[in-house]
């Protein structure tokens, strides 16, 4: 069964950091293209990371995040520094197959259910 499950996130202080994980089961992240994307109440799913053969990341976040891949543990880690309380948002990471950075949630076919990330002080 393919599955994908986020763990990582929880109430931070503006300034403070997270490390976001997603693990694979049922399918090797290796050969797929990874994105991490967010919703934040009211507002559209929006695209911050992806990782394939090479990495992407929205204006946003561009500095402050850093997205990886541990083919070992089959999980794509996104690392985020320097939170501000409009990164408040649940934080989903999806996956399609193929080696192309793909920025529409659309693109892909595999979603996990996500986890909360609050910057707040």
């Known amino acids: 069964q393919v599955r994908l499950e ?38 559209e799913r929006e695209g911050v990371s992806c990782i394939s053969s090479s990495t992407y990341y929205s204006d946003s976040v561009k500095g402050r995040f850093t997205i990886s891949r541990d083919n070992a543990k089959n999980t794509v880690d996104l690392q985020m520094n320097s939170l ?16 192309t950075i793909l920025i529409l949630p659309t693109a892909y076919n595999y979603w996990g259910q996500g986890t909360q990330v609050t910057v707040s002080s």
């Open 6 to 43: 986020e763990s990582g996130g929880g109430l931070v202080q503006p300034g403070g950091s997270l490390r976001l994980s997603c693990a694979a089961s049922g399918f090797t992240l290796e050969h797929y293209a990874i994105g991490w994307f967010r919703q934040a109440p009211g507002k």
């Open 84 to 99: 501000k309380p409009e990164d408040t948002a649940v934080y989903y990471c999806a996956a399609t197959l193929g080696k």
